[in-house]
Structure formats: C-alpha cells, structure tokens
C-alpha cells in the first residue's frame, strides 16, 4: 500500500499494449489490503480484449518464486513472456518493439529496452554487464543499437518462452531476490543463445519500492544471493571472494551501521551453506558462456569505481 500508485500507474501502462497478450497478476500473500485494491483497480480499467488472471498466494514466495507461478499458470501457447516488475511504467509501443526484433532474430533469448529512473533524468539501466569477479555494472549509456549484455533486468524483459521450457521455470525457486535475472542470464547464454539491450524507450522504474533499498531484508537477500553465485559459478575467483568478502566488502559497501552488516553477514553465509548444497546437486552457472567485462586492471576485479568497462555491439 505504501507505493499502491506507483503499482496503480504500471497497471495502466500495460493496458495501452495494443498486441494480443494475457496478463497475469502474482500477488504475493500481502496483508496491508494492495491485493484487493488492486483487484478493485483492475475492475475500473477500460476493458480490452486480452485474458487478466490475478492469483493470490498463501505466502510470500519473493521475486524468483511469485514469477514463477505466473510461468506455470500462463497460457502454453504464448511464444513470449514478458517479466513485468510493480514498480515500472512500460513505454508505449515497447513490448511491440521487442517482440518484433525477436521475432526476427531467432538467435535471441532473452531481450529488454532502455530503463530510466521514475522522473527520466537518467538511466537506470539497459541491462547488466559483469565481470568475472561477479559485480554487475549497470549499463549506463542508452544503445544506439542492439548490445549484448550479460543478463537483462528483470523489472522488464521478454523471453522466449521455448528457453524456459528446456529450464521447467524460469527462476530458482531458493532465490527469493536477488538471485534471479543474472543466472538466468547465464543459463540462456550457455544454452547458446543471446541476451540483447535494445535502443528502445522501454520504461521507467521507481526502484526498490518493494523491499526498500537499505533494509534489513534487502541486504540479507541481496548478500544471499552473492553468496550463492560464488558457490554455484565457475569462476576462477572463488576463494579470494570469500576472502574479500569476509575482511572488507561490508565496510567497502558502506555497512557500517551493525544492524545492516549483521544482515550482511548472515545472509552470505547462509548462500554460501545454500550454493554448497546446489553444487552437490549438479547445479553449476557457466560465466564464461556470456560476454564479460573484458578491459580491467587489476583493481577494476573487485572495485566498480575503477572498471575500464569494453562493450561488444551486434
């Protein structure tokens, strides 16, 4: 409810998608009244001709888990998926944009546009790069044409649903958040096909609104799910993470308050303990399948404020 416009406004933006689509709406066993608001929303909206299930779940199964049961409860014919977050507004005519490069791009997995901020001041991102070492760097600088990256945002992106029926789902169900859109990121690249930014406005996002960006929540899952990718990846840089972590990312990061550092440390450890016991079960992330960072000196590993960043172009 704290944010029910914002959520509201996003609504209403997928209402002006003019192709053929079925919306399906997770709610994620809220308590505050947002699921009957929104219900309540939905019913005042002008109607089109497209399928709208809303689902309410009896707990709350994060990111990874609410996306999830929408996947198993669309309409298997869709050629399409389309993951849309609460907190952004789709820009007319960009779902159509996307589709229509994929439709002509078989090669492609998974694709998303240019994500601003809420006011459209800047750029919040138009998907993700990383490095070995496993930082995400948002991409900054708006495409001026088709650009691998790494892994897609998952507050928007479309993929092609035949990827996530080799996958059974398209997330992890133990990621909750923040492990979610980078391994599948890399799932799609080692399957052999691409992740592409397009130079399309595609939307603008608020950021954070669910789990407030420096929360205790937010940073035990966000350290969660580092710790997971460490364990289930291949990079070379394993141990000198865990290191790295243990003696300084906290501080480097800006945990100072003991509170958020506690939360820190207990959700690493607990993804640690989490990817040693996916590992043992087969899971492995193939990093070097996608394209990487691949210009940076020796700091540039570990520290995101020294990268030297190279981009590979279609």
Known sequence: ??????????LKSLYRISIPLELIII???????SFEEISSYLDGLKERDFRVK????GRNLGYTGGNNIGYLNSDPEARYIAFVNNDIMICEGSLEYIISYLDMHRDIGIAQGIIYDVNKKEVDNAGFMCTETLLNVPVKTPPEKPLY???????????????ISSLVVPFDWDGFMYFDDMPLGFKV??????VVSLPVEAGRHV???????TSEKTIYYMYRGFGIMIEVSNTRFRRQLKSLFMKNLPIKHGLRNTRLLN?????FMDGLLLGVE????????????APLITRYNLLGLLLPDRLLLTYVCI
């Open 278 to 289: 996916k590992r043992k079960r087969g899971y492995l992330l193939d990093i070097y399948s």
């Open 189 to 194: 690249w080692s399957m052999k096909f691409k």
């Open 263 to 267: 939360a820190a440390m207990r959700g």
């Open 54 to 57: 809303v689902i309410g779940l």
């Open 207 to 213: 950021g954070g609104a669910s789990g407030g960006v």
């Open 27 to 33: 709610d994620n066993a809220s308590t505050d009244g």
């Open 149 to 163: 990256i790494t892994y897609a945002s998952g507050s928007y992106m479309v993929v092609r649903r035949e990827l």
């Open 1 to 10: 409810m704290k944010f029910i416009n914002i959520a509201k406004n996003s």
